[in-house]
C-alpha cells in the first residue's frame, strides 16, 4: 500500500528543478574540464551563455530536454563518451541534473563563489624531522616572537639579552602556517590544516579552537580584539575569508580571491584587510562591512606576502614574480617597484612606524628598504634606500623586522631562525629554539 502510495507521488510529482543543486554538480564534477584553459570537447561550463554555445558537437543543453541534451545524456551509465569520464554519477545527482534541464537549465552563479564542502581527508602525522619554521608573528610590544615550527608555535622573549624560550604551546596535529596576535596582545591566533587555535600567551595555555566551517590549510590570519579573519580553501581552489568573532561559527564567509589566499594583514587602526593571493592579486576590504575597497592588479605570479605602512596610506606586496611593489592605497597606483628580479620574494615586514620594509626570498637573502619615496615617473631608481641582507644559505619563508628596524629575523624550511643586523647586512647567530 505504501509502497503503491510511493510510487504514485513520484510520477505524479511536478519537475521541480533546484538549480543550485544542479549547478553544484556541475561546479563540482565537470568544471574542472570544461573552464577556460582545459575546455575538453570545446565545451564551457562556466558561465550560461558558453553552455548554451555548446562544444565541438553543439549545444550541450536543449531546454525543457534532457533527453536530447549531451549535458544530461552523457552522465547517464551507458553513454559513450561518458561523462565525468572515470566516474558515475549518484542518482541524486542524475536527478538534479535531469530537472533542473527540464527546469530550462537556469543560471545561478552564486553557486561559483560558495565554499567547497569539506572533502574528508585522512591526516598522517609529520616526519619528526621536518620541522620547519612556516610563520613569524611579533607581539604587538615587540617583546614576544611567536614561531610556528613544525606542528609547535614557541614563544621567545626578545626582551631579554640572550633571547630564551619562554615556553611552547602544543596541540596542533599537522604543521602551523599562519599565527596572528590581537592588538591587546593578550591572544594569540594559530592556523593549521582546518584547525584554528585560540592561546592565553601568558599563561601558555590553549582557550578554544575552531574547525567549524574549515575547508583546508588556514594559511593566513589576522586579528583585531573582537575579530579573527581566517584566509582558507582547498589547495589550488578559491581562496575564502572568514570572520570568527572568537566564536565558533564563522560569523561571515565569502569568497575573496580566485585562487588560494597566502596572506593576510592589518591596517593599525584595524578597520581594513588586506589579502594577498595566487591569483596575482592584493585585495583591500572594509573590515566593518566586508566590502572589496579596492585591489591592486600587476603581479605576474602568486602574491606571497603584503604589508601596510603605518598609516595604510600605503602598501607593500612581495612576489613569485621576483618583485617588491609599493602602492598608493587611495589612486591604487604603483609607487616602486624594488624586487631584484632574480629571486621570488616569500615574505615582509614593515616596521610599525613605517621607515623600514624588510623583505626576504626563497633563496635565503633579502633586502631592508628605507626613505620609501612616492614615484614620480622619473626617476625609478631612486625611490627607496636599499640595504642588501646577505644568504643565510638556507631557504627562507617568513620575517620580521624589530620595530628598532635594528634587526631581521627570519624563519626558513631548515627549522631555524636566521638574524641579520640591518645597518650592515651581516648575518647574526640567529635565535636557538632549543
Ligand atoms: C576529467 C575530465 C572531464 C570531466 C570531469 C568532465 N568531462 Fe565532459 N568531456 C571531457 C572530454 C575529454 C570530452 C571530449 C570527449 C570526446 O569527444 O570523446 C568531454 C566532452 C563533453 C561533452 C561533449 C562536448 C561536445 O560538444 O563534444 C559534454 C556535453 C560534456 N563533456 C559534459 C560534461 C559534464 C556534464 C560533466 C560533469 C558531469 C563533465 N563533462 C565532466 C572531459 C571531462
Not at 287 to 305: D, I, K, P, Q
Amino acid at each position: 500500500m505504501l509502497r503503491q502510495a510511493l510510487i504514485l507521488l513520484l510520477l505524479t510529482a511536478p519537475a521541480h528543478a533546484d538549480t543550485r543543486a544542479a549547478m553544484r554538480v556541475l561546479r563540482d564534477e565537470c568544471v574542472g574540464c570544461h573552464k577556460p584553459g582545459k575546455a575538453k570537447g570545446g565545451l564551457l561550463l562556466t558561465t550560461h551563455e558558453k553552455m548554451m554555445k555548446g562544444g565541438d558537437n553543439g549545444p550541450a543543453v536543449v531546454p525543457g530536454k534532457p533527453a536530447d541534451s549531451p549535458l544530461y545524456h552523457l552522465v547517464l551509465a551507458d553513454a559513450d563518451p561518458h561523462m565525468p569520464p572515470k566516474k558515475q554519477l549518484d542518482t541524486a545527482a542524475l536527478k538534479a541534473l535531469e530537472a533542473w534541464v527540464k527546469a530550462g537549465a537556469p543560471w545561478d552563479a552564486r553557486v561559483f563563489d560558495e565554499p567547497p564542502a569539506p572533502r574528508p581527508v585522512k591526516l598522517s602525522s609529520m616526519p619528526e624531522t621536518w620541522q620547519p619554521v612556516l610563520a613569524l608573528a611579533l607581539s604587538p610590544d615587540g617583546k614576544k616572537l611567536a614561531v610556528a615550527r613544525g606542528g609547535s608555535v614557541i614563544l621567545v622573549d626578545m626582551a631579554a639579552r640572550e633571547h630564551p624560550v619562554l615556553g611552547r604551546l602544543e596541540g596542533h596535529t599537522g604543521p602551523v602556517q599562519s599565527l596572528a596576535w590581537t592588538p591587546d596582545g593578550a591572544r594569540l591566533v594559530t592556523g593549521g590544516y582546518r584547525d584554528i587555535r585560540l592561546w592565553d600567551p601568558a599563561a601558555l595555555q590553549q582557550t578554544g579552537g575552531i574547525t567549524t566551517a574549515l575547508i583546508g590549510m588556514v594559511t593566513a590570519l589576522a586579528a583585531t580584539d573582537t575579530h579573527v579573519f581566517a584566509a582558507d580553501g582547498e589547495t589550488g581552489g578559491a581562496g575564502f575569508l572568514h570572520q570568527f568573532d572568537f566564536q565558533e561559527k564563522p560569523a561571515a564567509t565569502w569568497k575573496a580571491h580566485d585562487d588560494n589566499i597566502l596572506a593576510l594583514r592589518l591596517s593599525a587602526k584595524g578597520d581594513r584587510l588586506l589579502s594577498g593571493g595566487a591569483d596575482r592579486m592584493a585585495r583591500l576590504w572594509d573590515t566593518s562591512t566586508r566590502a572589496l575597497v579596492a585591489f591592486y592588479e600587476g603581479h605576474t605570479n602568486h602574491v606571497h606576502s603584503v604589508a601596510f605602512n603605518h598609516d595604510a596610506s600605503r602598501i607593500a606586496t612581495a612576489g613569485a614574480d621576483r618583485e617588491v611593489k609599493v602602492w598608493d592605497v587611495p589612486t591604487r597606483e604603483q609607487d616602486a617597484s624594488l624586487g631584484d628580479k632574480k629571486n621570488a620574494y616569500v615574505a615582509l615586514s614593515w616596521t610599525p612606524d613605517g621607515k623600514a620594509l624588510a623583505a626576504i626570498t626563497d633563496k635565503g637573502h633579502g633586502s631592508v628598504y628605507t626613505e620609501l619615496k612616492k614615484h614620480d615617473g622619473a626617476q625609478r631608481s631612486d625611490t627607496a634606500k636599499e640595504r642588501k641582507l646577505e644568504s643565510a644559505g638556507a631557504p627562507l619563508t617568513s620575517v620580521v623586522i624589530t620595530a628598532d628596524a635594528k634587526t631581521v629575523i627570519a624563519g626558513s624550511f631548515d627549522s631555524r631562525l636566521h638574524t641579520w643586523d640591518a645597518a650592515t647586512g651581516k648575518p647574526g647567530s640567529g635565535i636557538a629554539l632549543e
